[in-house]
């Protein structure tokens, strides 16, 4: 059963761009790297100093392994100290998805 995965980070003011583009540039390249993530979404709140990224995977098990993965430790370790609080991660389970194609 697919697997919905909700990664929010919230950012010190000062780096929110930074993140901002360092998410997104990690969510292109794990994209590409991994077949089994089928949609990545990255939403961005100004406002409040907040990143979320929303990826639909495969199965819980793919969604996990995420968290191993080099490319994601890499851009952990990167915005690290550009956040102001551990990031949160939610799994939720996908149960409807409308693409109008």
Do not use: C, W
Request: net charge negative; glycine share 2%; hydrophobic share 50%.
């Amino acid at each position: 059963m697919p697997a919905v995965i909700e990664y929010t980070m919230r950012t010190k003011p000062e780096f929110f761009n930074d993140v901002l583009a360092a998410y997104v540039a990690f969510a292109d390249e794990f994209g590409v790297l991994n077949p089994s993530e089928d949609v990545i979404l990255v939403t961005a709140d100004h406002r409040r100093q907040i990143i979320r990224g929303i990826g639909v995977f495969e199965s819980a098990i793919e969604a996990a392994a995420v968290r191993s993965s080099d490319v994601f430790e890499a851009f952990r370790a990167r915005v690290a100290d550009m956040l102001s609080e551990v990031p949160e991660r939610e799994e939720q389970q996908l149960v409807h998805m409308f693409i109008k194609a």
